[in-house]
């Protein structure tokens, strides 16, 4: 299963769930793994930082990052990563938050890869 969820989650955590950051830049005091094909483009980031209008960031998301990914090898990779274990996607926002994660989480549902918020 792959759920998703935010750096200040990651003590409440199962021990039996991988934590992968699939933000541009972890945290300095993070050393867990990383997928960076996930991560949003520091060019429509920073953009958005800027204006925060959410629907420039999304087309942009899904033109640059998730229209160059095939849902499957995504899964796969994630899957080799983690050990075949489950695996929660971080980043930084909380829950409620405008989050490039939960258009990851939408993309992976929609091609038939269950993904959703874990529940801590």
């Not at 021990?15 to 997928?35: E, F, M, R």
């Amino acid at each position: 299963m792959i759920y998703t969820s935010y750096f200040a989650k990651l003590n409440r955590l199962p021990p039996d769930v991988v934590p992968i950051s699939i933000c541009g830049k972890a945290p300095a005091w993070y050393d867990g793994l990383q997928y960076k094909k996930l991560a949003p483009k520091y060019s429509f980031f920073s953009e958005w930082k800027i204006t925060h209008d959410n629907n420039y960031y999304i087309e942009h998301f899904n033109d640059e990052v998730l229209s160059t990914l095939s849902p499957q090898v995504v899964y796969n990779e994630l899957m080799k990563l983690s050990g075949g274990k489950d695996i929660v996607l971080i980043c930084y926002e909380k829950p409620t938050d405008f989050c490039h994660r939960h258009l990851v989480a939408e993309w992976l549902t929609n091609n038939g890869i269950k993904c959703e918020e874990i529940a801590l």
